[in-house]
């Protein structure tokens, strides 16, 4: 009897890689999909890597995949957006070995820009679609798309959500499949796509597509449930269990393909119900498709395309049930904060001081927006800071972006930074970069870089230095500083903000919650010394909190001893005590 075991959905994808005979992945860290990553990695068969963004990692695969072994390669739905060029274009090329893409979506935004639906990239890329439902599936989902991959000669994507990639079921696990490689043969028609090969493949991806219709009908991931036919859902993903739980006795269409949809099995299915409804999460990628059939079918008129679907708003949109939810109401907010002795909240304090802007990026330092701090003026996507403070100056003039500085994190520099940086410089502009290096990837649970020195295999390898590489792009003015050398920083932030040429600022000074981190010292108060100015409170930082008389209190299970209100208190009634 096969062995089974609790999984979470990411590390039910990993163990469906291992199975399947995948020999190479490839990622870049981002929530939701992150832990598949790092799943992967236990299992020595499979050379797993991080790569500096979702572009590479997607190549790195098809490479993998020319060469004759599966391939995965694993990304959150903004990353499916950088690595859209490469997937639009292999989408033509097809495999040698198989390629699956799990991209990992995220209704409701718990941590993420946008709620775009990876759906209808796939629509436009023409590329078929998984999408499992429980870890049961998202395991057998994995080896199913290697079988279509292989098969129709296409890469596949395996669509998740967070709700899905974070939550446990049962999976059965099963001995890894002993996959041959397969030979490769050069073949420029197919591989090498300038227009006259990509004309014709274009027409062989039109033939795949129509046999993926017509043979969808019979994939054993596409199931009907017939019960109670007054009443059908066409659904799939985690909104199955929202059904199934709101209303166990209707009839139901499980789609396991989402693109190309079954066209066939799907008419059968809304004959035989009375009132159909289509329940998805996000955009009616289904529901449009269906509905331009002539099938009658109630949709996003009673369900909304925004957020994250549970099994109450089922209930109250068809069921017309108004769930108490004034409990869920009435818990208070906990707004996401910087942690005590983040060396963002540092580089911020300073900025706050001398009142200039930030033209922001992704990571933990984007909560530099919100109070106390309120420095971040914007936030677009990975890179996007850089570039940004470009066009505004472009825009504005010089003057105007001497109140302005481009914050970006380690990680994220080597994403899409780099580009961003090039530009300004090739296009002769003029600006302040602050690259707040904290040694990690930070937001997405500290995984490493191609400036750790470590991979995500373990192993030790050559780190960037990113100093180098920003006096490679031909910037003279280029400062390493620590970041919590307030004094420092901010002279230099004043002197370079001020030139009428691209500088570069690099704060150095690692996460606090990185394993390894000895902390030696916290911080005290000393409260005869205390002048109740509130300087120290400035910050935000969780661990000092304002006392009844107006001095303050540290918590020193909370203090890491980073000295930032040490270093703002001109009266020394704050004092570094070791630990």
């Known amino acids: 009897m096969a062995e089974k075991k609790i999984m979470l959905g990411n590390e039910a994808i990993a163990r469906g890689a291992y199975e399947a005979g995948v020999k190479v992945s490839s990622a870049y860290p981002g929530t939701p999909s992150t832990e598949i990553s790092e799943n992967i990695v236990k299992y020595k068969e499979i050379y797993s890597e991080w790569a500096p963004n979702e572009k590479v990692a997607t190549e790195v695969a098809i490479g993998a995949s020319m060469s004759g072994v599966r391939s995965l390669v694993s990304m959150k739905h903004v990353g499916v957006n950088v690595a859209s060029d490469p997937l639009y274009t292999v989408a033509y090329i097809g495999v040698n070995g198989g390629l699956v893409m799990v991209a990992a979506d995220d209704p409701g935004m718990y941590s993420s820009q946008n ?12 590329v078929p679609v998984l999408e499992p439902s429980d870890s049961y599936e998202a395991k057998e989902f994995v080896k199913f798309a290697y079988e279509i991959s292989e098969k129709y000669d296409t890469p596949v994507i395996v669509r998740t959500t967070t709700r899905l990639a974070h939550s446990q079921g049962i999976v059965e696990l099963n001995d890894r499949a002993e996959v041959d490689d397969k030979p490769y043969e050069r073949n420029i028609r197919k591989n090498v796509m300038m227009p006259g090969n990509a004309i014709l493949r274009h027409i062989e991806v039109e033939k795949r597509m129509n046999a993926l219709i017509e043979d969808g009908a019979t994939f054993p991931i596409n199931k009907v449930e017939y019960n109670d036919t007054s009443v059908g859902f066409i659904t799939s993903g985690i909104p199955y269990q929202y059904v199934k739980e709101a209303m166990p006795n209707a009839s139901v269409l499980k789609l396991g393909m989402v693109h190309p949809l079954p066209k066939k099995l799907i008419e059968e299915f809304a004959s035989k119900v009375d009132t159909l ?9 289904i529901e449009e498709q269906v509905k331009s059939w002539g099938i009658k079918a109630i949709g996003k008129e009673i369900f909304t395309v925004q957020g994250e679907y549970s099994a109450a708003l089922l209930k109250k949109a068809v069921l017309k049930e108004d769930l108490d939810v004034k409990a869920a109401a009435e818990v208070p907010a906990r707004p ?3 942690c005590p002795g983040c060396p963002h909240r540092s580089v911020y304090s300073v900025l ?9 990026d992704i990571g933990c330092y984007t909560l530099g927006a919100v109070a106390p701090l309120s420095v971040v003026d914007t936030t677009v996507c990975m890179g996007a800071s850089i570039s940004t403070l470009h066009g505004m100056e472009k825009a504005k003039g010089k003057d105007y972006v001497k109140n302005w500085v481009a914050v970006i994190g380690d990680s994220t520099f080597l994403h899409t930074g780099v580009n961003s940086l090039m530009n300004m410089v090739y296009n002769k502009g003029t600006g302040t970069v602050m690259i707040l290096d904290n040694s990690t990837t930070g937001m997405t649970g500290h995984q490493d870089h191609a400036a750790t020195g470590k991979t995500l295999m ?3 390898t050559y780190a960037i230095n990113i100093y180098n590489l920003v006096k490679a792009l031909g910037i003279e003015h280029v400062y390493e500083v620590n970041a919590f050398d307030i004094q420092e920083l901010e002279a230099i932030v004043k002197r370079e903000t001020q030139r009428e040429e691209v500088s570069v600022i690099i704060t150095k000074s690692p996460c606090v919650l990185l394993k390894g981190n000895v902390f030696k010292t916290k911080c005290k108060p000393v409260s005869d010394k205390c002048k109740k100015c509130g300087m120290c409170l400035k910050p935000g930082c969780p661990a000092l909190t304002k006392n009844d008389d107006g001095t303050i209190s540290i918590d020193e299970t909370m203090c890491n001893g980073c000295g930032l209100c040490k270093g703002l208190c001109k009266f020394d009634a704050i004092e570094e005590v070791e630990v």
């Not at 329940?279 to 009616?284: A, G, H, I, K």
């Open 336 to 338: 996401p904060i910087l």
């Open 277 to 285: 409804y289509i329940f998805e999460e996000l955009e009616p990628v």
């Open 115 to 126: 709620e775009q639906d990876t759906r209808a990239v796939a629509r436009a890329a023409q």
């Open 352 to 360: 706050n001081k001398l009142k200039i802007h930030a033209a922001g």
């Open 458 to 460: 373990g192993e030790p």
